[in-house]
């Protein structure tokens, strides 16, 4: 399952109790389900031991996709120190 | 850096360059020495057809001198490229998402705590599990400046296999199938002696 995040305040969410799962419906029949974040992390653990596999770049977090894409780039890279040639050398 | 036979890299931090993915528009120069820029693969491969091209051609990508963890020992000094991971820092994130990283809680990314003297960084970084390259042992700047221990190196290679979709279950079944079948054998010889 692909996962997106949004902050809470672009979008209108009901209140919950915990444990519950709220079911939206369209035209009577349910459309999507809104679960608490601790019931999400059960359900990817029930994906992960029986569900079919799936590819692991389903699994990663916007963070995890912001730091490889600038680390890709090469930005936010720790900066090499020449001294290093001296101190270290191959 | 040679591929010096009996000295343990798997797990150690070096400095090297690595090469940037080629990736489209293609910079090429010509045969005739020209530059040029080709929208897609299929271009280049259709000018390497007609010549204006060598064959194989050569792409003008940039390289940056960057750390990395060297994954693989090399004891017979055969094999002179590493399988390694690059490291990142990850400052651009917002605090939340940096303390989340930090605590562990964003498996493609491994944290490693500013600790020059055991991982050889000045800053804080974290190792992309997403980020497998290969190195060639001359292109490695310095020896080894730090080293993830055991237990760092394991995990890096589980969450690995994970992050290259590589399966391990069937081998894990076979696995606890064949020490159980074992277990069970071993019951079986200790009840049928008299």
Do not use: C
């Not at chain 2, 070096?14 to 940037?20: G, H, I, K, N, R």
């Not at chain 2, 993830?148 to 290259?164: I, P, Q, S, T, Y």
């Not at chain 2, 399966?167 to 009840?191: F, M, N, S, T």
């Amino acid at each position: 399952m692909n996962t997106r995040s949004v902050t809470a305040n672009e979008v209108r969410l009901p209140d919950m109790a915990e444990g519950e799962a709220v079911i939206v419906e369209r035209y009577g029949k349910p459309y999507a389900a809104v679960i608490g974040a601790e019931e999400f992390k059960l359900f990817q653990r029930l994906l992960a031991m029986f569900g079919e596999r799936q590819p692991s770049e389903l699994s990663l977090s916007d963070a995890e996709l912001a730091v490889h894409r600038s680390s890709e780039a090469g930005e936010d890279v720790e900066a090499f120190d020449f001294a290093l040639l001296e101190t270290h050398p191959a | 850096m040679s591929s010096t036979p009996g000295i343990a890299f798997r797990g150690a931090v070096v400095w090297a360059f690595t090469a940037f993915q080629p990736e489209a528009p293609f910079d090429l120069a010509g045969q005739d020495g020209a530059a040029r820029s080709y929208p897609n693969a299929v271009e280049v491969a259709k000018a390497v057809k007609n010549g204006a091209l060598a064959d194989p051609p050569t792409f003008q990508v940039p390289a940056k001198i960057r750390p990395l963890v060297l994954l693989q020992d090399r004891p017979r000094g055969q094999l002179p490229e590493y399988a390694a991971l690059k490291l990142a820092r990850f400052t651009k994130l917002n605090d939340a998402e940096q303390q989340r990283v930090r605590d562990g809680e964003e498996p493609a990314l491994f944290y490693l705590a500013k600790d020059e003297a055991r991982y050889g960084l000045k800053q804080e970084n974290a190792v992309d599990l997403n980020s497998l390259v290969r190195v060639h042992a001359s292109a490695i700047l310095t020896k080894p400046v730090g080293h993830l221990d055991v237990n760092e190196v394991d995990v890096l290679g589980r969450r690995l296999a994970k992050f290259l979709d590589i399966d391990l279950g069937p081998d894990i079944k076979a696995g606890i199938a064949e020490r159980w079948e074992a277990i069970v054998a071993a019951q079986q010889a200790r009840r049928s002696q008299p």
